[in-house]
């Protein structure tokens, strides 16, 4: 059963009615963790958190918060994400990471994927999902990118929705975070951010209210500030934008630990559960209830949304045993999710590589290392990893292969020379980027380094030497690329033939990238992010502020407006066939813009593309972008098929918002409307409509 707000609302009145019945104490124990931090010393709190048992660690088991069984109400249990299920050692369905996910540019695939994840959540005894993450990187530099989809605001709500929607269709709650500005990783316990109206409302809140339309039963708020303000305390955006406004009916919990800083401020915010544990709510919220700071309807409208959620989730819901957890079923959807994902960036008469190789060097460290990502809180343990070396391997087994980790050039000079063909293996790994804990605020609690990539966007300089020096030596060369955003090449594509951009690929990584290299796929990824000529083009970020302005303008969005070409555009991708996009046309249906193109596969191989959609904005009264990617649609043909594609976005998505009336505006017009398999102007075709 589709457990959206309709449904959910039919409980409302079992929920009042179960609270209405309560104490102010049994109210109140709803609304936080099941562990009691006020009078426990850390390292037993840290034992309760990580388990004590072998193989312990984050999240190993579902984090409880409130429940009151002899009242009929379950709590609330936990499992973190996104690129699979935390919980459980050597066992879960390690999918590639949201960016990677993002780049398959599939709705449909993301909604799959869903479906496994809360199988597996099932399986574990969990009933909430919390990794729908969704943040906008204002900067690729951001340490967690690789848990969000892209840079761009519509897609990113798109597929969010869409894991949303794939996750509760199996009975779990899902969880979307982090709401919001959290797009700063070793600040975000510090900093404010602060932008004006418009680029809060058109550029940084649409996708969480894409989720929430699609009916998410839980947000997660960030640890940073906004304005000034906690978002955990935030009453503008808990309490007016997103309870008032969106008319959000789920509850909303805290970012983990440090995310209510103030019994008061938060519970008067919004906050409704102050996870992981109890310590400003608790006993110190029924104080702050008795001594008149907190007014009990605020407690009551807390746990009706919380009571009313769980219930709706708990009935009837399904039963799934740990036969699904990592079984065949989802690790195969997790490979086709790469195969869908690792994306063609340049390709000089090299790929495919032919499988009858004689000799082939594979050179760089992370070739032979489990690339699955960061290891803080959505570090996923596989019951195996495919490396990318193991992939090529098991892919030509009768080819020798002459592996260098990329150490020693004069090395890497010589295999190059002798070798058919060269695959160079580089990026960053968990210690380059990713979620950053600083052992000042608590030690154990993951395993990552991370953060965020303060030193620049481009390869480690190792790296880029060994590119420049080697790279030109065999024709035959390919660069893969690993890491969770955009990776600067302007200092050694010249040097190189092919550029497979990689991501983290997840558990099957490895053989979906070694199918794509020698021919059995062919690549359909297209570039969530925009690769500029210059670090400069993108705006300025210090990472260790403790403010931020965030600017209207950012990604692809950015260099159109300030007229300067990329090196490679947003939503670009190649394949190993050709594609033709003509005869467009666009009407209004209704409150949708339909758009229709023909799409022709005009090359010898089955293939799938991209059909972007992106409306101009060039002719409105106010700032707006050149054009903005307004919808898309994927599509798989046979060589030599023709397919009429439509793609479909609501009118809601052309408007632009007026801070002054403090209302969304839809500008009477001509719109352009640009079709086509990337963001680029010369592989677009155009139509236009007035409006």
Known sequence: MKKDKTYRMTFDEKARQIVGELSLEEKVSLMAGNIDATSMKESEIMELVLGTEEGAHYNVKPYEAGGLPDKGVPPMKFADGPRGV????????????????????????????????????????????????????????WGRS????????????????????????????????????????????????????????????????????????????????????????????????????????????????????????????????????????????????????????????????????????????????????????????????????????????????????????????LADANVIGDQGSSWVRPPYVKTPLQGIKEAVPSAEILYSDGADLDEVKKIAAEADAVIYVVGYNHDDEGEFISSDTTDNYTGSIGGDRKKGLGLHDEDVKLLQETGSINEKSVVVLIGGNMIMMTDWIDKVNSVLMAYYPGMEGGTALAEIIFGDVNPSGKLPFVVPYKEEDLPKVDWEATDQYY????????????????LIPYGFGLSYTTFKISDPSVAVEGDELVAKVTVANTGGRDGGEVVQLYAGFENSAVDRPVRQLRGFEKVFLKAGESKV???????????????????????????????????????????????
């Open 86 to 141: 935390v919980c459980g050692n050597n066992q879960t369905t390690c999918f590639p990471v949201s960016m990677a996910r993002g780049a398959t540019f599939n709705p449909a695939l993301e909604e799959e994927i869903g479906h496994a994840i809360g199988q597996e959540v099932r399986a574990f005894g969990g009933n909430l999902f919390a990794g729908v993450c969704i943040n906008l990187p204002y900067n690729p530099g």
């Open 551 to 566: 600017e209207y303008y950012h990604g692809y969005t950015r260099l159109d407006k300030n007229n300067v070409k990329p």
């Open 146 to 365: 690789q848990e969000t989809y892209g840079e761009e605001t519509y897609q990113i709500g798109r597929m969010g929705a869409s894991l949303v929607k794939g996750v509760q269709s199996e009975d779990i709650m899902a969880c979307v975070k982090h709401y919001a500005f959290n797009d700063m990783e070793n600040a975000r316990f510090k900093v404010s951010v602060t932008c004006d109206q418009r680029t809060e409302q058109e550029v940084y809140l649409p996708h969480f209210k894409d989720c929430v339309d699609a009916g998410c039963a839980s947000i997660m708020s960030s640890y940073n500030r906004y304005n000034g303000v906690q978002c955990g305390h935030h009453k503008y955006l808990l309490s007016q934008v997103l309870k008032k406004e969106w008319d959000f009916d789920g509850f909303v919990m805290s970012d983990f630990c440090w995310g209510v800083l103030d019994t008061v401020e938060a519970a008067n915010g919004g906050q409704d559960m102050e996870m992981l544990w109890t310590q400003f709510f608790g006993p110190r919220l029924v104080q702050a209830v008795k001594d008149g700071f907190v007014p009990e309807s605020r407690i009551d409208d807390a746990a009706v949304r919380i009571v009313r959620t769980i219930l709706a989730f708990d009935k009837d819901h399904k039963e799934y045993d740990m036969s699904v957890v990592g079984s065949k079923e989802h690790i195969d959807l997790a490979k086709r999710a790469a195969e869908e994902a690792i994306t063609l960036v340049k390709n000089k008469n090299v790929l495919p590589l032919d499988k009858g190789i004689k000799k082939l060097a594979v050179v760089g460290k």
């Open 645 to 691: 594609v439509t793609v479909k976005t609501p009118l809601e998505k052309l408007k632009y918002y007026n801070p002054v009336e403090r209302k969304w505006v839809l500008e009477k017009m001509e719109y352009p409307i640009y079709l086509g398999s990337s963001e680029a102007l010369e592989d677009l075709v155009k139509t236009q409509i007035t409006l």
